[in-house]
């Protein structure tokens, strides 16, 4: 089955259903939509996306219900399924803006509903419109995360200004129906935002029920260091049954990438706990929050090596691999960032792992070669992937035990070569990478 999820970072929904076809094409599997839930249509910054104002409408600056749907179905008719980003966790900082803040969504939307409703109708989920979804009483107190290696605070304060939902019934009940609903549109799985400040409680009430099963469901627990994550995302691998973005693996390609990391630790890292179990990851060289958010853009690998980690990630055996694709929203504030992700769901690159990703899927893994400064793997018998991140031309002499004799076609450059006899030798360029199938 294929499996590599296209992110399709701030893609109007129209846009998406206009894509399908050729996403189907290009070998992915899976498209994770952005946040649907009620933010002001007007509001084109995608950040907005992220503050929803109400679960019972879907209506943002990307599009309606009827786009969404147009885009679920899209899809599903290409073989596609469609995951969707839910937004749990807050609602969104209205203060200084309206009278009551912490009502939701609040008597001028409540009116506007009235006004429009036929608009708002054609719009709606789920529910009353006629009535308020939150009051301050399912919030927690107001007082943002200060200490954000604590749980208890991470899961209790409020997220630089977002209004902190609390764990009670009417809370639970309504992310409940809200899923329920979203489920009836077609949705095949959900990515859960910031989960690592969702109490555990919380998630096991609202994504492990019955209802829930069948979906792939995997959260964004955003860590940086092997203290973060066994403070967040271990107990949380070790508690829920879900998936997990696969941080720790990040890490170690950071680390890797250095100029002192090594490339033997890419043979088994999830074996040293340097990578979640390979049935539990989504893996990435890039999330949304990296590059937008100046806190977290140290995290930001060299181009070049994104792509060589890019290479591991989507030809390694494990993990469900992440293709973020935006439309340069970040090189707004940060000019160097033009065109680096900018349509990546389609560039030679990209499509030439996927193809290597879906022939070889399922296929197990074992090392050829391994130094220092790069990596040979073979995965089953026809396919070789090569990473050399030294600046240095590098000769490998590899064992062919295992391995199929004949032409092997090099997707990424478009080579051949003939592998033949007990070893045989090749040549890997200077911080590049080769993707071998054998014909």
């Known amino acids: 089955m294929r499996d590599?999820?296209?992110?399709?970072?701030?893609?109007?929904?129209?846009?998406?259903?206009?894509?399908?076809?050729?996403?189907?094409?290009?070998?992915?599997?899976a498209v994770l939509l952005p946040p649907p839930l009620y933010s002001e249509r007007e509001g084109s910054s995608w950040w907005q996306r992220y503050q929803p104002k109400d679960y019972r409408v879907i209506r943002s600056y990307l599009g309606g219900k009827a786009e969404l749907e147009l885009a679920i179905k899209a899809l599903h008719d290409q073989g596609v399924r469609v995951y969707v980003d839910i937004v749990f966790n807050h609602m969104a900082n209205e203060k200084g803006r309206r009278p009551d803040p912490y009502n939701f969504p609040g008597e001028e939307e409540l009116s506007r509903y009235r006004a429009e409703r036929e608009s708002f109708e054609q719009d709606r989920l789920y529910g009353d419109l006629n009535?308020?979804?939150?009051?301050?009483?399912?919030?927690?107190?107001?007082?943002d995360i200060f200490n954000w290696n604590d749980p208890h605070e991470s899961q209790e304060h409020w997220l630089s200004g977002l209004p902190d939902l609390d764990l009670n019934d009417w809370v639970i009940r309504q992310q409940q129906t809200c899923l329920a609903a979203l489920n009836s549109l077609g949705f095949d799985g959900y990515r859960i935002?910031?989960?690592?400040?969702l109490p555990q409680e919380h998630i096991a009430r609202v994504f492990q029920t019955p209802e829930m099963h069948g979906e792939f469901v995997f959260g964004e627990a955003l860590t940086a260091n092997d203290g973060e994550e066994?403070?967040?995302?271990?107990?949380?691998?070790?508690?829920?049954?879900?998936?997990?973005?696969?941080?720790?693996?990040?890490?170690?390609l950071r680390r890797v990438f250095s100029p002192a990391g090594s490339m033997r630790e890419l043979v088994d890292p999830a074996a040293y706990r340097q990578a979640l179990p390979w049935d539990r990851g989504v893996t990435f060289t890039i999330t949304h929050d990296i590059p937008y958010n100046d806190g977290f853009r140290w995290q930001l690998l060299d181009r070049q090596d994104e792509f060589l980690a890019n290479v591991y990630i989507t030809c390694r055996d494990g993990g469900v691999p992440l293709v973020f694709s935006d439309h340069n929203e970040s090189a707004e504030k940060f000019g160097e960032d033009r065109d680096r992700w900018n349509e990546a769901w389609h560039r030679t690159d990209t499509v030439a792992m996927i193809a290597f990703h879906n022939a070889v899927h399922g296929a197990p893994q074992r090392a050829l070669f391994e130094s220092d400064g790069f990596i040979v793997l073979a995965r089953g018998d026809r396919g070789i992937v090569a990473i050399n991140k030294t600046a240095q031309w590098q000769q490998p002499r590899i064992l062919t035990h295992g391995l199929r004799h004949g032409r092997y076609h090099c997707l990424l450059h478009g080579h051949d070569m003939q592998v033949d006899g007990e070893q045989f030798d090749f040549a890997i360029p200077p911080r590049q990478a080769q993707l071998w199938l054998c014909k």
Not at 12 to 28: D, K, P
Not at 131 to 143: A, I, Q, R
Not at 234 to 249: A, K, Q, R, V
């Open 131 to 143: 009535v308020g979804l939150f009051s301050p009483w399912d919030f927690n107190y107001e007082g």
């Open 4 to 29: 590599v999820i296209l992110h399709a970072f701030n893609w109007s929904f129209t846009e998406v259903a206009s894509r399908a076809q050729e996403i189907s094409r290009l070998g992915y599997g």
């Open 230 to 252: 066994n403070i967040f995302l271990w107990p949380l691998l070790n508690t829920t049954t879900i998936s997990y973005y696969d941080f720790p693996l990040h890490e170690t």
């Open 193 to 197: 935002d910031a989960i690592k400040h």
